[in-house]
């Protein structure tokens, strides 16, 4: 044959008989991603939010030079200065502090319930479009249900209830956000399902719990990424809602949701006061959905193209 | 090693018969009743033998396959029946033995390589894994030996190219990567479900030369289904000719298609077209549909397509009977001693 085959570098192998060096599927989208400018400026607001949440202490030791709670009541609704760089509010506390540990609760109960969410909502997906018949219709008569509660009662009861904990916060909004994943995905497994090399690995001998995790799960993720961040976004309003509402996390630990709630009585002549978390929920919310639409695009090119 | 191989499967083959399939019915209900997709057939295949099954679409070849794999979708099922391979009923086996069995000792290949690969893995992994499965091999040594089958079933540069993912395969290569991934584990038995039809004609003529050698060097015994009787006449041994579900005519290959005795695989020759006819004749053609297998005609499957049906094919379901040798064939005219060729070459002008 009077094929040649290049040896190529890092950049993969070059396919006998063409010039353009081929990159695997995910440095594939990643290159198609970077291109994307609008996911670009999502991911780098996201990946700046959840820095500042990382290094929030450090913010607070060597920047603020306040903690959350610390109180400062002769210097209340302080304007931003030097001193507070965005102001404080009506206990004197520094409003940028609460502002870094407020991206600390959203973003980590967001991330910790969306986490929840697919484990369940994935799970459940595939197994009922795995198995189908008698699996498939009671997992989908649960979704039913799920779907069918009105979520914000469920909250607030279970709230009550729980009286929730930062921690059992997520998995409290977890267990209502699974089931649009799981019809999703099982939408996604029943395509999969019926291709043929599903059939053909069932021929090699691979088992149930192989095709479904190795076979089945793998070919959905790019669905499961998409869904995962749009959700992202979902839940952080959710929270910031529940906040709100007195009841999600307690004072006096500051969440993006609070620090709103708590501030709008003070509207008239501390603007800032509310204009601030405001911002930051509207951001980070608008830059997942922002990403995943960016994504769907980057991993599903022909659904863009009207 | 292959040689060796060989030699043991031909003694094998005097002594112990691979597979038997004893009386296979496979049903798939529907509201009103239920298709008989394979309707009590018997058939037999040694160690290393070569097998074709031919038939057209719906005539329950490819559900014979799954129903030997035991890969039926719901909801068909085996109502009766024995499938005997190596003396274990296959029918009978729990889940867990027979996925043992799957990619170790019986071998599929599909017909579309396009779709039978996981698109999100690469090919050597994916030649690889019944390695994985079965001999409990590391992903690294069951990528030494995907690349080293690779190389066997003709891949050129095997090193680089079980580094790429299938899309940047051929349909050829993806077919030959496929049985590559069916060889890896050395299985006994090879079915191949159409293992062309989805390629163009050069490399359809390839793969079935693969096929034959692999057939030759390790002494696979290949069941090969096809509609078409070219490549069945080129690479086996033994055909049957299935109709409806049901085998009509079986017997070596040379007896079917030097001498066929059912009409419906006379027919099926009639209408191959050569290169010597006449050039204003027209192709023949079977007349009709293939029969709704939830509602069979009467008598003999085929009689309402049959040039040469009689009253009895109305009435009467004719069994296989022998003409000799291997041969055997269910026709009432053929059996009481019709003779297809002189009795058409008054009525048909061609």
Same mark, same amino acid.
């Given at each position: 044959?009077?094929?040649?085959?290049?040896s190529?570098?890092?950049?993969?192998?070059?396919?006998?008989?063409?010039?353009?060096?081929?990159?695997?599927?995910?440095?594939?989208?990643?290159?198609? @991603?970077? $291109?994307?400018?609008?996911?670009?400026?999502?991911?780098?607001?996201?990946?700046?939010?959840?820095?500042?949440?990382?290094?929030?202490?450090?913010?607070?030791?060597?920047?603020?030079?306040?903690?959350?709670?610390?109180?400062d009541?002769?210097?209340?609704?302080?304007?931003p200065?030097h001193?507070?760089?965005l102001?404080?509010?009506?206990?004197?506390?520094?409003?940028?502090?609460?502002?870094?540990?407020?991206?600390?609760?959203?973003?980590?109960?967001?991330?910790?319930?969306? $986490?929840?969410?697919?484990?369940?909502?994935?799970?459940?997906?595939?197994?009922?479009?795995?198995?189908?018949?008698?699996?498939?219709?009671?997992?989908?008569?649960?979704?039913?249900?799920?779907?069918?509660?009105?979520?914000?009662?469920?909250?607030?009861?279970?709230?009550?209830?729980?009286?929730?904990?930062?921690?059992?916060?997520?998995?409290?909004?977890?267990?209502?956000?699974?089931?649009?994943?799981a019809?999703?995905?099982?939408?996604?497994?029943?395509?999969?399902?019926?291709?043929?090399?599903?059939?053909?690995?069932?021929?090699?001998?691979?088992?149930?719990?192989?095709?479904?995790?190795?076979?089945?799960?793998?070919?959905?993720?790019?669905?499961?990424?998409v869904?995962?961040?749009?959700?992202?976004?979902?839940?952080i309003?959710?929270?910031?809602?529940?906040?709100?509402?007195?009841?999600?996390?307690?004072?006096?630990?500051p969440?993006?949701?609070?620090?709103?709630?708590?501030?709008?009585i003070? @509207?008239?002549?501390?603007?800032?006061?509310?204009?601030?978390?405001?911002?930051?929920?509207?951001?980070t919310?608008?830059?997942?959905?922002?990403?995943?639409?960016?994504?769907?695009?980057?991993?599903?090119?022909?659904?863009?193209?009207? | 090693?292959?040689?060796?191989?060989?030699?043991?499967? +031909?003694?094998?083959?005097?002594?112990?018969r691979?597979?038997? *399939?004893?009386?296979?019915?496979?049903?798939?209900?529907?509201?009103?009743?239920? *298709?008989?997709?394979?309707?009590?057939?018997?058939?037999?295949?040694?160690?290393?033998?070569?097998?074709?099954?031919?038939?057209?679409?719906?005539?329950?070849?490819?559900?014979?396959?799954?129903s030997?794999?035991?890969?039926?979708?719901?909801?068909?099922?085996?109502?009766?029946?024995?499938?005997?391979?190596?003396?274990?009923?296959?029918?009978?086996?729990?889940?867990s033995?027979?996925?043992?069995?799957?990619?170790?000792?019986?071998?599929?290949?599909?017909?579309?390589?396009?779709?039978?690969? %996981?698109?999100?893995?690469?090919?050597?992994? +994916?030649v690889?894994?019944?390695?994985? =499965?079965?001999?409990?091999?590391?992903?690294?040594?069951?990528?030494?030996?995907?690349?080293k089958?690779?190389?066997?079933?003709?891949i050129?540069?095997?090193?680089?190219?079980?580094?790429?993912?299938?899309?940047e395969?051929?349909?050829?290569?993806? +077919?030959?990567?496929?049985?590559?991934?069916?060889?890896?584990?050395?299985?006994?038995?090879l079915?191949?479900?159409?293992?062309?039809?989805?390629?163009? *004609?050069?490399?359809?003529?390839?793969?079935?030369?693969? =096929?034959?050698?692999?057939?030759?060097?390790?002494?696979t015994?290949?069941? =090969?289904?096809?509609? %078409?009787? &070219?490549?069945?006449? &080129?690479?086996?041994?033994? *055909?049957l000719?299935?109709?409806?579900?049901?085998?009509?005519?079986? &017997?070596?290959?040379?007896?079917?298609?030097?001498?066929?005795?059912h009409?419906?695989?006379?027919?099926?020759l009639? /209408?191959?077209?050569?290169?010597?006819?006449?050039?204003?004749?027209?192709?023949?053609?079977?007349?009709?549909q293939?029969?709704?297998?939830?509602?069979?005609?009467?008598?003999?499957?085929?009689?309402?397509?049959?040039?040469?049906?009689?009253?009895?094919?109305?009435?009467?379901?004719?069994?296989?009977?022998?003409?000799?040798?291997?041969?055997?064939?269910?026709?009432?005219?053929?059996?009481?001693?019709?003779?297809?060729?002189?009795?058409?070459?008054?009525?048909?002008? /061609?």
């Amino acid at each position: 044959m009077a094929q040649t085959i290049e040896s190529a570098g890092p950049g993969g192998t070059r396919p006998i008989g063409q010039g353009r060096p081929y990159y695997g599927f995910w440095r594939q989208s990643w290159r198609s @991603f970077r $291109a994307n400018r609008i996911g670009m400026i999502s991911a780098a607001i996201l990946i700046f939010f959840m820095f500042i949440a990382l290094i929030a202490p450090l913010i607070s030791h060597f920047v603020t030079h306040f903690t959350a709670t610390a109180q400062d009541l002769n210097n209340t609704f302080a304007s931003p200065s030097h001193q507070h760089l965005l102001g404080s509010d009506e206990l004197g506390r520094d409003t940028l502090t609460r502002l870094v540990y407020g991206a600390r609760a959203s973003l980590g109960i967001g991330f910790l319930t969306v $986490a929840i969410a697919l484990t369940i909502g994935v799970s459940v997906g595939l197994v009922a479009s795995y198995f189908g018949g008698i699996v498939d219709d009671l997992l989908m008569r649960l979704v039913d249900v799920v779907l069918a509660t009105p979520a914000i009662f469920l909250y607030i009861l279970m709230a009550i209830l729980f009286r929730p904990s930062p921690i059992a916060f997520p998995f409290i909004i977890a267990s209502v956000s699974w089931a649009p994943l799981a019809r999703l995905v099982r939408a996604e497994g029943l395509t999969l399902r019926s291709r043929e090399f599903m059939l053909a690995t069932q021929s090699i001998g691979a088992g149930h719990a192989r095709l479904i995790l190795r076979h089945l799960l793998p070919n959905s993720i790019p669905l499961v990424i998409v869904a995962a961040s749009l959700r992202l976004g979902q839940v952080i309003l959710i929270e910031a809602a529940l906040d709100y509402l007195g009841l999600g996390v307690q004072p006096p630990t500051p969440t993006w949701g609070n620090m709103l709630s708590n501030a709008e009585i003070y @509207f008239s002549h501390s603007v800032w006061l509310v204009v601030l978390p405001g911002i930051a929920i509207f951001l980070t919310v608008i830059a997942t959905n922002l990403l995943g639409n960016a994504l769907r695009d980057v991993f599903d090119p022909w659904q863009s193209k009207h | 090693m292959a040689a060796a191989l060989t030699a043991e499967l +031909q003694n094998r083959s005097l002594t112990e018969r691979l597979l038997e *399939v004893r009386n296979l019915r496979t049903i798939f209900p529907v509201e009103d009743g239920e *298709v008989k997709a394979v309707d009590g057939i018997s058939f037999h295949l040694d160690a290393g033998e070569t097998l074709g099954i031919v038939g057209e679409s719906g005539s329950g070849k490819s559900v014979t396959a799954l129903s030997i794999m035991r890969l039926l979708q719901s909801p068909g099922r085996i109502a009766s029946g024995e499938i005997l391979f190596r003396g274990r009923d296959l029918t009978k086996l729990p889940l867990s033995e027979m996925e043992g069995i799957r990619g170790e000792e019986i071998a599929m290949i599909f017909q579309d390589p396009m779709t039978s690969m %996981n698109p999100v893995y690469k090919v050597g992994w +994916q030649v690889g894994e019944p390695l994985q =499965l079965h001999r409990n091999m590391h992903r690294g040594a069951a990528h030494r030996e995907a690349v080293k089958m690779l190389g066997r079933v003709g891949i050129p540069d095997p090193a680089q190219r079980a580094r790429m993912y299938p899309h940047e395969f051929s349909g050829g290569m993806r +077919q030959r990567a496929m049985i590559a991934m069916a060889l890896t584990t050395g299985p006994p038995l090879l079915i191949a479900d159409e293992p062309t039809t989805a390629l163009d *004609v050069t490399i359809q003529a390839q793969i079935l030369e693969l =096929l034959r050698e692999i057939n030759k060097t390790f002494g696979t015994a290949t069941i =090969l289904i096809t509609h %078409n009787l &070219g490549v069945v006449a &080129g690479m086996c041994e033994r *055909v049957l000719v299935m109709y409806a579900g049901r085998i009509v005519e079986e &017997g070596s290959a040379d007896e079917v298609f030097m001498n066929p005795r059912h009409p419906y695989t006379w027919s099926l020759l009639q /209408s191959i077209p050569r290169l010597n006819a006449d050039n204003d004749a027209e192709l023949k053609t079977i007349a009709g549909q293939p029969p709704d297998l939830s509602n069979l005609p009467t008598g003999c499957a085929f009689h309402p397509r049959c040039p040469f049906a009689m009253e009895k094919c109305v009435r009467d379901d004719p069994e296989l009977t022998s003409f000799g040798g291997m041969h055997r064939a269910a026709c009432w005219m053929t059996a009481a001693g019709g003779d297809m060729d002189s009795a058409t070459k008054g009525r048909r002008p /061609s």
